[in-house]
């Protein structure tokens, strides 16, 4: 089992360009996170999706969308990615999210050019 | 801002003593859990407290969480080399936000 897939793992883009970050998980987990590291930050949340058929926003959600495509997939979206949008981003998940731990994929490492 | 802020920020410690690290936080939680992470890799879970425990234990870690202060404690006793690593925790609200501090660099010196 491969627990939570990150796709890409890494990417580069230019100014303005969109691009689609996956996120797949085989835990069969209610509760779906995005998470954004930046040095000396910490982790900031993006977004959260509590259940299939919900999103809410976490403490960063501006310039992103997301998308909770089934019970598996949680993408999110950059419509224009702009420089301040470099940083590492996690998937997690749990298997509820008030009561349960996160597991996390490895990460994906976007630059923004 | 970030709802959990750990101190100190960097911690530095002869293999074999004790490591105690802070959080503290705002608002009302179900929960609190501290995570390990090393060189940037993903999070790993440690241990998860509940509003209505005061302490608790798993390992070499202790865990203590006072409401009425809103701030918990990690202890790791008997550090080894291998605990060097970045301790989060996180806050877990009722709405299923869960929300993460800057974090403790701790390392261990042989």
């Known amino acids: 089992n491969a627990g939570v897939t990150q796709t890409p793992k890494f990417q580069v883009l230019k100014t303005g360009q969109s691009m689609t970050l996956q996120c797949a998980q085989d835990m069969n987990h209610n509760s779906m996170y995005w998470y954004r590291q930046d040095p000396g930050m910490g982790l900031r949340l993006i977004y959260y999706s509590a259940s299939e058929g919900t999103t809410d926003k976490g403490e960063v959600p501006n310039g992103y969308n997301v998308s909770r495509l089934n019970k598996r997939e949680f993408s999110l979206r950059l419509e224009s990615a702009a420089p301040s949008q470099t940083s590492v981003y996690f998937c997690?998940?749990?298997?509820?999210?008030?009561?349960?731990?996160?597991?996390f994929g490895e990460g994906s490492r976007l630059t923004v050019l | 801002s970030q709802q959990g802020e750990e101190d100190p920020q960097a911690l530095s410690i002869q293999e074999g003593e004790n490591a105690t690290m802070n959080c503290s936080y705002k608002?009302?939680?179900?929960?609190l859990q501290w995570y390990r992470q090393n060189s940037g890799r993903g999070l790993v879970h440690l241990i998860l407290i509940r509003s209505n425990e005061r302490e608790k234990h798993s390992g070499r870690l202790r865990v203590t969480l006072d409401t009425s202060k809103k701030s918990s404690s990690l202890l790791i006793t008997a550090s080894r080399a291998a605990d060097t690593a970045s301790y989060f925790c996180?806050?877990?609200?009722?709405?299923?936000?869960?929300?993460f501090g800057k974090g403790t660099r701790l390392h261990i010196l042989p």
């Open positions: 608002t009302s939680i179900n929960n």
């Open positions: 997690a998940n749990a298997e509820r999210g008030n009561t349960g731990e996160l597991f």
């Open positions: 996180a806050t877990v609200k009722w709405d299923d936000k869960i929300i």
